[in-house]
């Protein structure tokens, strides 16, 4: 039987697959129309490797990390690639999260895309959806809601966040280059940070 | 989209395995990688330069690997950055003990995945550098954008670069001297037509028949604004005085010229725009000493073209004069 975390990285897997062709899309609006197919191979590459029957969530993520540096490329190989091995280092010989850790994997994440990225929120990046989204989780834990409310705040403030991104100037990335043009598309980062956001989400729920 | 393919998914595969096939005196696939190498590199004493990046500007950039220019280049899929893992193992098996100097054009995901390389070897005890080529004045350098783009230019580094390592200078001279043209480069382009990615299967961005893209990149995206259509003097016009805005090149100069196509210009095009380009160089006074006209750093099938000023003094002209003998850059 397959590992929750397998599980739960398929379902982020399946639907960077299935919406392929959605960020694609949004990224030739306004970058150079490979996010989802970049992305897409990564994921279904680290599926392809990834071993279905190891519980340690830190190793799983750790192998997915590495897989979507060699395989995704572009900045986004490097940005998902490095959450993902920030947030193995603190999930290490884990095999499962309180919703209390889901604090602490955000802040890896965040404080790894932000090493990586050089970016702070507002600029039209993926850290607008997440960052967001981290804190309106980490609000609903700390007021003690139960988990799946604790889901629902973080995708929903992942969404608001990533429709935010379009209604600003890109100052970071390839988008940037387009000035006040890139105004009225979302980012594609974002995009794709809030499908694997209800992924997660949707993977709990159904556990 | 109509193409000469025999899959999506074999484009930069067979690209690479297909300048392996035609040109092995030059260079050779390092196994397991998208990275072309010098052949015989291992053997050469001297400073290592790497370069690369996505797929689709060929002849960039495996075509500059060879003698005075690149010693390996790294390719993505189209239009993408390589990855980190590729460029470490071009970097770990070029490497013949005198440093390594990585050429990166100026795109957020090149920096990164170059940069994750380079702290990869530097782990390994191989000692490397890096320059960052941003010569393209279509973008405005502030602190709202990623910064300028590299493009076209990108080419005198390689050319420039390689030479000083050819002659055996170490690391630090090689790098200044990166650093100095990359002071002294500028570029702007524009397209008549997008091109299409194969794995997208249409154009990055559309164009009515009388409208261009001016200050476009060299990855199909859209550039800093479309008008109508005008003739090769007016456009090329256009271009340099955003290039002369710099206040770099001045009367009593002498300057390097590329004028260079983006992939599906006719050469005689692109030679109605150098003619221009020496007209407007000869009326502010500027010598152009050496001028380059072809295909050198292309976005797949676009049409358009750009055009480059690299300032010269003694040292670069003299470097940029020297033998170089690569499959896409040869001078005796």
Known sequence: ?207 | MKKLLNGIDSVVDEMLNGMAAAHPEYLRRLDGTDALIRTGAKKTDKVVLISGGGSGHEPAHGGYVGRGMLDAAVSGAVFTSPTPDQVYEAIMAADCGRGTLLIIKNYTGDVMNFEMAADMAADEGIRVEKVIVADDVAVENSTWTTGRRGIAGTVFVHKIAGAKAEEGAPLEQVKAVAEKVIANVRSMGMAIEPCTVPAVGKPGFELADDEVEIGIGIHGEPGTHREKIGTAQATADQLLEKIFAEGIYHEGDRVAVMINGMGGTPLSELYIVALRVEQVLGEKGICAAKTLVGNYMTSLEMAGFSITLLKLDGELEALLNAPADTPAFRQL
Not at chain 1, 5 to 16: D, H, L, P
Not at chain 1, 29 to 39: F, K, L, Q, T, V
Not at chain 1, 91 to 101: F, H, K, P, Q, V
Not at chain 1, 142 to 169: F, H
Request: aromatic share 4%; glycine share 12%; net charge negative.
């Open chain 1, 1 to 207: 039987m397959a590992s929750h975390i397998y599980e739960c990285i398929e379902k982020i897997g399946q639907s960077i697959i299935d919406n392929r062709g959605f960020l694609t899309e949004l990224d030739r609006e306004i970058g150079d129309a490979d996010h989802g197919i970049n992305m897409a191979r990564g994921f279904g590459e680290v599926l392809a490797q990834l071993p279905a029957d190891n519980e340690d969530i830190g190793a799983a993520l750790k192998k997915t990390g590495m897989v979507l540096l060699s395989k995704v490329g572009g900045a986004s190989g490097p940005l998902y690639g490095t959450a993902c091995l920030e947030a193995a280092k603190v999930c290490a010989g884990r095999t499962a999260l309180t919703a209390e850790d889901g604090k602490t994997v955000f802040a890896a994440v965040i404080a790894g895309i932000q090493k990586r990225g050089k970016a702070v929120r507002g600029e039209k990046t993926m850290l607008d959806a997440i960052i967001p989204a981290s804190e309106a989780y980490a609000a609903a834990v700390d007021a003690g809601a139960p988990v799946d409310a604790c889901l629902d705040a973080m995708c929903e403030a992942a969404k608001e966040g990533a429709e935010y991104t379009a209604s600003i100037r890109a100052t970071k990335g390839r988008a940037s280059y387009l000035g006040d043009r890139s105004i009225g598309h979302k980012d594609p980062g974002a995009a794709s940070s809030l499908l694997a956001m209800e992924a997660i989400r949707s993977y709990v729920k159904g556990a």
